[in-house]
């Protein structure tokens, strides 16, 4: 990213840009640097400041937590994350709770309450994409192995240019 870094205000005033973007004037974070939003009454983000990273992470779990995630679905999980591929730069993951969870990383200095909105709304569109996919299941990593050598598919240019 070009141009100055964004520093006005802090954590705190970025949380009240956004809020104000997504009419709830006052938002702010709690005593832990959080502060949590719920989506058509499906989805909660939790939005961290992570000082010590200066970062914010955006958390949003896929499912109620209800269900194990299948062997073959975690597979899939983990290959999206490669490159970022499949997971929009952000990483998929299982939360110590057991539920899979869709997270992103933005720097704290350049993060807007702008790009949060934009953000969330790329998140939100992901979660929904990996939650209709958990809730379908994914094949186990030897099918799609087997499926993938079967077809004869190469693997994608950018994986086949040298460094």
Do not use: Y
Not at 69 to 97: E, K, W
């Amino acid at each position: 990213m070009t141009g100055a870094p964004h520093v006005a205000g802090g954590p705190d005033s970025t949380i009240n840009e956004l809020g104000t973007l997504i009419g709830v004037p006052g938002l702010k974070l709690d005593g832990n640097g959080c502060c949590q939003l719920a989506f058509d009454g499906r989805w909660l983000v939790t939005l961290a400041h992570v000082p010590g990273a200066q970062r914010w992470l955006l958390s949003c779990p896929l499912t109620d937590g209800r269900q194990t995630v299948p062997h073959g679905s975690q597979t899939a999980m983990l290959r999206a994350n490669f490159m970022g591929a499949g997971s929009g730069g952000g990483f998929l993951c299982i939360a110590p709770d057991g539920k899979p969870c869709l997270q992103f990383q933005l720097p704290l200095a350049e993060t807007t309450g702008q790009h949060l909105l934009d953000q969330l709304e790329g998140l939100l569109n992901l979660a929904e994409t990996w939650a209709e996919r958990l809730h379908r299941g994914e094949p186990t990593s030897g099918e799609t192995t087997a499926a993938t050598h079967a077809g004869g598919e190469r693997p994608p240019p950018w994986m086949l240019n040298r460094v």
